[in-house]
């Protein structure tokens, strides 16, 4: 009994101790790393293209946050589904957790880059960028152009992705397309487990 | 009818259980699980049985399309429980005293047990997990989940008990 | 290979553990409901707090990629559900999931009725699935954490679970005694 008192003994102390933990965290380097930086960019991994983005909110990825980095007007007038507005001024003061996988997205895709830079400054690796912005998700996800070469298969998925965003793909000629409307629940994330 | 060697003491099998699930943690990256296991054994009988039948549902479909639902982490997990659980009654000789038959449960108790796991079933498949894939595991990681699972599993267990006393004498 | 050996390593310790527990007998659980035998919360709460523990300790020391482990999705509304009617299950039976398996290996025939039971209800659900499957996917949250839902800090949150589990650990402890 004595034992099983000391281990209750041991747990809260374990657990009070947790709040003030903040100096054992592995240390989130503020400042620039450049080398990582540069290695980032070299092999790519500092950018996701616009498709990939939609096939990522689709499919309701764990921990994805997708940012818009313009202005508060800009978002309103058309955003990317479940993108949450943070003005590149006020990006040093949002909170991001270890384990998300941060997007950012602006009209062309510069900003969002340079908002790349300042958060990794921030010591928040886990960021990509959408290059070429919003531009891109237009022209590669909501009215894609159909490739004439492309396989069935390749053409349904293209299609599909465009649908469910609430766009329409161009086949061969100029189409204008309609603004999406919110995404809704994504299909079929899988998990596995009890 | 008094097992041979008494149970252990719950608080310290609990860290030791702790221990597992943390070592599970580490090596896996996913939490400890039972009710997956059945869902995958399910899932193979139906794609095998009828593979049309399993493709109209999603259910189905998630646990056939990464690999064979035979062989799954959970199921060969879930074959660790038997056998470890097994080989730690006959240690501590609690194997014997029930195999015996000197406590045969009732015809009553059987459908009621046949019930109950039909009920849990249908639970664990709507919340994504058990007692322990979701409430133990999740509960570990905070997850809301897990804590929302907990309270409603603990409210229906205490406002059913009084209805069913007739079974646990 | 190596993966599922790990898996099966795992199960036999968690077999193993539930065995001495004894939580492979149904009137130990059942008793849990009728505040007779209390070793179901006594196991799962000095469990989840041992991982809950190890995970942020462990961390926080650089010893465990916190990111990479998995967080069940949350689903309000069919959770809630299902937590209900497994509760339900549970009192009936007086065995879950995997102490199913457990009371089987240690040689009672519950457990297999149980397993049966378990296995048509995933099948019962799995087979009307396409009707319900609106339902199974509504109320979605992702992988939320309490930490994320109240905007505390981890730390604080673990604080406060462990402060939580061990007064209930100790309470129960005491009304034991006394009884």
């Known amino acids: ?194 | ?169 | 290979m190596n993966d599922l050996l790990i898996a099966g390593g795992i199960g036999v310790a968690f077999g193993w553990a539930l065995e001495c527990a004894g939580l492979g007998h149904p009137p130990k659980l059942a008793g849990q409901f009728y505040l007779r035998d209390f070793t179901v919360l006594k196991v799962m709460l000095s469990a989840m707090l041992t991982a809950m523990l190890g995970v942020f300790w462990g961390g926080r020391l650089g010893l465990l990629d916190r990111g990479a482990l998995y967080v069940p999705e949350t689903y309000l509304l069919p959770q809630l559900v299902g937590g209900l009617v497994f509760g339900l299950g549970f009192v009936l039976s007086g065995l879950c999931p995997g102490t199913s398996c457990v009371a089987l290996a240690s040689g009672r025939i519950e457990g297999a009725a149980t397993m049966l039971g378990l296995f048509a209800g995933v099948l019962l659900v799995g087979l009307a699935f396409p009707a319900i499957e609106a339902f199974y996917r509504s109320t979605p949250h992702g992988p939320l954490t309490l930490q994320r839902l109240t905007g505390l800090p981890y730390g604080v949150v673990v604080a406060l679970v462990t402060v939580l589990a061990v007064s209930m650990l100790a309470w129960i402890a005491k009304w034991e005694a006394r009884r």
């Not at chain 1, 499919?59 to 940012?67: F, K, P």
């Not at chain 1, 069935?152 to 992705?161: F, G, K, S, V």
């Open chain 1, 1 to 194: 009994m004595k034992f099983v008192r000391q281990l209750g003994i041991s747990a809260l102390a374990l657990g009070l101790g947790a709040p003030f933990a903040g100096s054992l965290q592995r240390t989130q380097q503020r400042g620039l790393d450049l080398d990582s930086i540069a290695r980032a960019i070299n092999e790519g991994s500092d950018h996701v293209s616009a498709r990939q983005l939609a096939r990522w909110i689709r499919d309701r990825r764990s921990g994805l946050r997708v940012i818009d980095v313009r202005s508060p007007a800009e978002f309103h007038d058309y955003a990317i589904p479940t993108a949450e507005n943070v003005p590149i001024d006020q990006l040093a003061k949002a909170h991001f957790a270890p384990d998300q996988t941060i997007v950012l997205y602006s009209q062309e895709g510069a900003h969002a880059g340079q908002a790349w830079v300042i958060l990794r400054s921030l010591g928040v690796t886990q960021a990509v960028f959408v290059p070429g912005g919003l531009a891109d998700w237009r022209e590669e996800v909501l009215n894609p152009r159909l490739p004439a070469n492309a396989s069935p298969a390749e053409r349904a998925q293209i299609e599909d992705l465009s649908h469910y965003f609430g766009g329409t793909p161009r086949i061969g000629g100029e189409q204008g397309g309609d603004v999406a409307s919110a995404a809704q629940i994504g299909r079929g994330s899988r998990r596995r487990g009890c």
């Open chain 2, 1 to 169: 009818m008094r097992p041979l060697r008494p149970y252990a003491e719950p608080h310290i099998t609990g860290v030791c259980l702790g221990l597992v699930l943390l070592a599970c943690f580490a090596l896996s990256g996913q939490g400890l699980g039972a009710s997956g296991a059945f869902a995958s054994v399910a899932s193979g009988v139906v794609g095998a049985v009828s593979p049309e039948t399993a493709g109209h549902s999603a259910y189905f479909q998630s646990y056939l399309q990464d690999g064979s639902p035979w062989t799954a982490w959970i199921v060969v997990e879930i074959i660790g429980v038997l056998i470890g659980a097994a080989a730690s009654a006959a240690l501590a000789g609690r194997t014997r005293l029930t195999y015996v038959g000197a406590v045969r449960p009732s015809g009553g108790k059987l459908c009621a047990g046949v019930a109950g796991g039909i009920l849990m079933g249908i639970g664990a498949a709507l919340a994504r997990g058990c007692t322990s894939g979701l409430a133990l595991s999740g509960g570990a990681m905070l997850s809301v989940a897990a804590w929302i699972f907990m309270l409603a599993l603990f409210f229906a267990g205490f406002l059913a008990a009084p209805l069913v006393r007739r079974l646990w004498p």
